[in-house]
Each structure stands twice: as structure tokens, then as C-alpha cells.
């Protein structure tokens, strides 16, 4: 039996699409223990307080949760270290320039499964003020509000 080749989400960041406007997205590979993948494909990890910096041409992803796996033993990990995250040179310039601009930011946004392999999906974003919130969740009402709308017409 051969690998999958589709993505399925293991963590997402929730409140990353309310609290920041998103402008360019990206994937990262990131070094986890054995520990940590098993936990994290038992649903064992949170992107909450995570946010990510550029340390000495690095990417570190810091504060992302990931609890202990439940079968570990003394060697099990630390939930909340710091971890790498492994992109080509050229990109992580490519954000280390885009965090030095003024009002951006580099956030992580899922930690998802592809091809047998755990990636982040990351993006530079831009901090929403609250009138910004306020519009796009006006925006989405409206737009749920047009498609239940168009449902019942063709459901009629």
C-alpha cells in the first residue's frame, strides 16, 4: 500500500483569519520528535498563543503546543519548545524582509498532513484593527445570509 497524497489538517489556527489580514501564504517543513508526530496525530496540538520569528536566517516556530503522547515515557517531549521550520534561503529572506515591515507579521496558520510528511502552512499578515473585524464579519453574515438565500430559490 502506497503513501497518500492528499493533505488532511491535524491543527489549525482559528482565530489567525479574524485577528489578521492574510497576504501571502507559504509551507514549511518542520522538525518534530517521534513523540511529537504521534501526538500530534492523535489531535494532541494547538496553535493559539504560536507565532513565528526569523532567528539568524532560521524560521523557528515558538509556543506551539503540542501535548505529551499518552503511551511516552520519561522520554517524552517538551509540549512547548522552540522548532524549526525548513524552507528554501530565498523564502525565508522573502519573510524575513516582509516581518521588518512596518504592521507585518509572520503567523502560522495549520499544521496539516502531506504525503506521509507533517507541514506548517505559515503567512505574512498584516494585525486587523476592530472595525476591520467588525466588516468581515459583516462581510461573512452577508454572504451566509445570499447563500441560504439562493439555496431555498433552488430548492423551491
Not at 494547538?46 to 509556543?63: C, D, F, G, N, T
Not at 473585524?133 to 433552488?154: F, Y
Request: charged share 35%; glycine share 6%.
Amino acid at each position: 500500500m502506497g503513501k497518500k497524497t492528499s493533505s488532511s489538517e491535524l491543527v489549525s489556527n482559528r482565530k489567525a483569519r479574524h485577528q489578521y489580514e492574510i497576504l501571502d501564504t507559504y509551507e514549511a517543513g518542520i522538525v518534530l520528535t517521534g513523540t511529537e508526530v504521534k501526538s500530534l496525530r492523535d489531535n494532541g496540538g494547538s496553535l493559539q498563543e504560536a507565532y513565528i520569528r526569523v532567528k539568524e536566517s532560521e524560521l523557528w516556530l515558538l509556543k506551539c503546543h503540542i501535548a505529551h503522547w499518552k503511551h511516552g515515557n520519561i522520554h517524552n517531549h517538551e509540549e512547548t519548545r522552540e522548532r524549526k521550520l525548513l524552507m528554501h534561503k530565498k523564502e525565508i529572506q522573502r519573510l524575513k524582509s516582509a516581518a521588518q515591515e512596518k504592521g507585518l507579521t509572520i503567523v502560522p496558520l495549520a499544521i496539516y498532513l502531506k504525503s506521509g510528511r507533517i507541514k506548517v502552512s505559515l503567512a505574512t499578515a498584516r494585525g486587523k484593527t476592530g472595525l476591520d473585524k467588525r466588516k468581515s464579519l459583516k462581510d461573512r453574515d452577508e454572504k451566509r445570509r445570499i447563500q441560504q438565500a439562493m439555496k431555498r430559490d433552488v430548492s423551491h
